[in-house]
């Protein structure tokens, strides 16, 4: 695609590869912690001068509860800015993941396929060790095989 396109998106390319999904979401995390240092910053320099900020006749308590409001608002845009960092961690980390499972499903794919085809179409080596293991059996089971039913009793126990 050129960028001359009216439906180019330069963030096309950036979607279609898990590693450079995750390295511009790093670099969107990278200026988001910057934006919160500078807001907490302000949030306790605002905290200061609004406990400070005294009108006459208050008590020590008035400066505080008039400033509770700004800093409880300052907190929850910081936290909404710590959750958003931490969602843009995982949507990195989902994005990986997400290539990784297509990847995966398609060997699981196969796999069961050859599975389905092994119960279809059972193989003929198998019948062939039985006849020769009748009379023999392995000596580490500590059984031996009976040759008639007659031999049922006799049979040793481990």
């Given amino acids: 695609m050129n960028s001359n396109d009216p439906n180019y998106s330069p ?3 950036v979607a279609q590869s898990p590693e450079a999904t995750a390295r511009y979401l790093a670099d969107v995390r990278r200026v988001l912690l910057d934006i919160g240092k500078n807001l907490e910053t302000l949030a306790m320099e605002t905290r200061v001068h609004l406990r400070d900020t005294h009108v006459e006749g208050d008590r020590w308590y008035h400066a505080r509860l008039r400033a ?3 800093e409880k608002a300052l907190g929850s845009v ?3 800015l710590n959750d958003l960092t931490a969602g843009l961690e995982k949507s990195a ?3 990986r993941a997400h290539d990784e499972a297509v990847v995966n499903t ?3 794919r196969k796999e069961k396929e050859l599975e389905r085809q092994r119960k ?3 193989q003929q080596l198998q ?4 006849s020769t293991q009748q009379g023999a059996q392995s000596p580490s089971s500590g059984y031996s095989v009976p040759t008639s039913i007659y031999d049922l009793g006799n049979r ?3």
């Fill in 11 to 13: 963030l096309r390319d």
């Fill in 93 to 95: 980390y989902k994005r």
């Fill in 127 to 130: 019948a062939a060790p039985n």
């Fill in 106 to 108: 398609a060997k699981e």
């Fill in 120 to 122: 279809k179409n059972p």
């Fill in 78 to 80: 910081l936290k909404d």
């Fill in 68 to 70: 509770m409001p700004v």
């Fill in 156 to 158: 040793e126990s481990a």
